[in-house]
């Protein structure tokens, strides 16, 4: 079992210093969300929480995950690099590649790109990116990374649905062998069979109890058996994890890796986002769960 550390909730500024302890405390990987932008009013159309509304504001503060990573970066030596998840669709995939493989050569190969197609409608708008087919392009977008970080693609050409690059060279290539892993987050239909496809991995986002995320692992699983994908290495991460029993169960359906954080209200005023809080809570999750593992 893996176990990766949700950052949310602070400045950006902390996270280094955080993921520091972290790394100390047993911690494999360090996870960052993503959103470009927020409208000036979010609608109720979140898919993870009965209200449909999601835990931010549109005056919660926004970073760029590769610029807090590559900080993070800096500050560690093994913890992984990981987006919770990255809405891929929203840009060019030339945009992405160039960022992700940065940070993985500034990391020394330590980068994890957790992707999902975006629920939030009004940001694609935003954006100027068309939310109806953001499935199928990030479908493309998924095979069109692999090939520009692809060592034995020295030329590229890609003649796509929805992207159409002459030809093209991509370099550097990544320090990851075989290359950069991606995995697939979300729980509908659509992302279950994409991660199952196409996914290095399967991030269980609205996976909080165990009936439910056995049976979302089934479904991925499925998908990975059709595509004669079950040899390939895949990571299954999330699920309940607040305890050691709750780890061991999650063990027990396939998860390889939990993400937790401390309990912090994103929405609440600054006073209550306190670093020491993360930090106690490593060491705390440490002593609790991680060695005895």
Request: hydrophobic letters at 40%; one cysteine or more.
């Amino acid at each position: 079992m893996k176990f990766g550390l949700s950052l949310f909730g602070l400045s950006p500024r902390y996270y280094p210093d955080i993921a520091a302890a972290a790394e100390g405390n047993g911690f494999e990987s360090a996870w960052m969300p993503e959103h470009l932008c927020m409208p000036a009013e979010i609608p109720p159309t979140y898919p993870y929480t009965e209200s449909g509304y999601p835990p931010i504001q549109p005056t919660t503060p926004l970073y760029d995950p590769w610029v807090v990573l590559s900080l993070i970066a800096g500050a560690t030596n093994t913890i992984r690099l990981a987006t919770n998840v990255y809405v891929l669709p929203l840009r060019h995939p030339l945009v992405t590649a160039r960022a992700v493989v940065t940070l993985d050569r500034v990391s020394g190969g330590r980068v994890i790109l957790g992707v999902g197609a975006g629920w939030l409608q009004e940001e694609f708008e935003i954006a100027g990116q068309d939310f109806h087919n953001r499935g199928r392009r990030m479908d493309e977008i998924i095979g069109l990374l692999r090939q520009m970080w692809d060592r034995d693609e020295d030329v590229i050409e890609h003649r796509g649905q929805f992207y159409d690059l002459p030809a093209f060279r991509f370099q550097p290539k990544p320090v990851q062998k075989p290359t950069i892993p991606i995995e697939v987050g979300g729980a509908s239909k659509a992302a279950l069979r994409r991660a199952g496809r196409l996914g290095d991995g399967w991030v269980a986002i609205g996976a909080d109890d165990y009936a439910t995320l056995a049976s979302l692992i089934e479904q991925v699983q499925a998908h990975r058996k059709e595509a004669d994908r079950s040899g390939l290495p895949f990571e299954i991460s999330g699920g309940p994890a607040a305890t050691l029993d709750d780890v061991r169960r999650t063990a027990d359906l396939g998860v390889t890796r939990v993400i937790v954080g401390p309990r912090i209200d994103p929405s609440g005023p600054p006073a209550t986002l306190d670093m020491k809080q993360f930090v106690d809570f490593t060491a705390r999750y440490a002593d609790e769960v991680i060695t005895r593992i």
